[in-house]
């Protein structure tokens, strides 16, 4: 990117790049495989989705032990506890009834004047206890996955940068481990924003723009009835934010980004980034202008007044 374009362009051609990026990946054969190979777990009752995460709050791709072998190409590790679940089983019944008259709908009856009875065959539904396995549980095949499944490498300033996002973020952040399938979140209800520990200083500095930008643009105001974007807008605008101000600090996230926007995005067309690009790119530019404010301050705070004999005097008395 030349250096004599203006920062709106610069921001403008890296928005360009994701969106034209996102579109690569929804049109390749990589997330055809992806969906391909999505589709073939079931999809859980609320129930199930209980049963599941009570037993195991980390679970992601979740199958029964034939189908992990069969399907996937995998297979359950010994030893393995089976997460238990649910399953219906249809059986048929035949039941004797009284018949009906389908156009006029009353009961029929005989020359007797006795009803007429019938038997139908009437499917009832039972459940009984089966096992499902998560994927940690598993060995073999690789699943399709899109992009990189987490950053690595370090960062120039990395220690810099932390504190300059910090500053700039609307809430406080913290550093500390929970159990859930993310590596950060916004709380609106805690006022804060929480990022795991211990991971690649790549991977921390996209984490952490990724949630202040959710601050920036997704926090409810609380003064009455508002329209916040879905879901999947909001976590396309906060990947794309990461993105972009990642990409201004020398930090390539492009497989990580493309491939986390589009995931988000299989059930919307690309009107949703397309809608939200304005948003990105103010948001982008607020923080990438604030941390090059930041860096241009401690300059002046730094240069050294000029002190007379006396006044130089009168600060070494100071203990």
Excluded at 130 to 152: A, M, N, R, W, Y
Excluded at 262 to 290: F, H, N, Y
Aim: charge should be neutral.
């Amino acid at each position: 990117m030349q250096e004599n374009t203006s920062a709106d362009e610069r921001l403008k051609a890296l928005t360009d790049k994701l969106e034209n990026g996102v579109s690569d990946i929804f049109q390749s054969g990589q997330y055809a495989e992806y969906l391909a190979a999505i589709s073939k777990f079931h999809h859980y009752s609320f129930s199930n989705s209980l049963l599941i995460f009570i037993q195991r709050p980390d679970a992601t791709h979740v199958a029964g032990y034939n189908d992990w072998k069969n399907v996937f190409g995998r297979q359950v590790k010994a030893h393995e506890k089976g997460i238990q679940i649910l399953a219906p089983c249809f059986c048929n019944k035949w039941t004797q009834r009284q018949k009906i008259n389908e156009k006029t709908g009353l009961p029929v009856q005989g020359a007797d004047g006795q009803p007429v009875m019938e038997w139908v065959r009437e499917q009832r539904v039972r459940y009984k206890v089966v096992s499902v396995f998560d994927i940690s549980q598993t060995e073999g095949k690789e699943l399709p996955v899109l992009g990189v499944s987490e950053l690595t490498g370090n960062v120039m300033e990395y220690d810099g940068i932390l504190e300059k996002l910090k500053t700039l973020s609307p809430l406080p952040v913290v550093f500390e481990a929970f159990h859930k399938d993310a590596k950060g979140y916004c709380s609106y209800a805690e006022q804060r924003i929480v990022i795991q520990p211990d991971m690649s200083q790549q991977q921390t500095v996209k984490t952490l723009v990724h949630e202040i930008a959710h601050a920036k643009l997704h926090l409810p105001t609380g003064t009455g009835p508002e329209e916040r974007p879905s879901r999947t807008a909001r976590e396309v605008e906060a990947e794309s934010v990461a993105y972009v101000v990642c990409q201004h600090l020398g930090i390539d996230t492009s497989d990580y980004s493309f491939a986390y926007v589009a995931g988000w995005s299989r059930d919307q067309d690309m009107t949703v980034l397309k809608a939200s690009l304005e948003r990105i790119r103010a948001t982008a530019a607020e923080l990438i202008d604030g941390m090059e404010e930041q860096e241009r301050t401690p300059l002046r705070r730094e240069q050294k007044p000029q002190h007379t004999r006396r006044s130089k005097r009168r600060a070494s008395n100071v203990r």
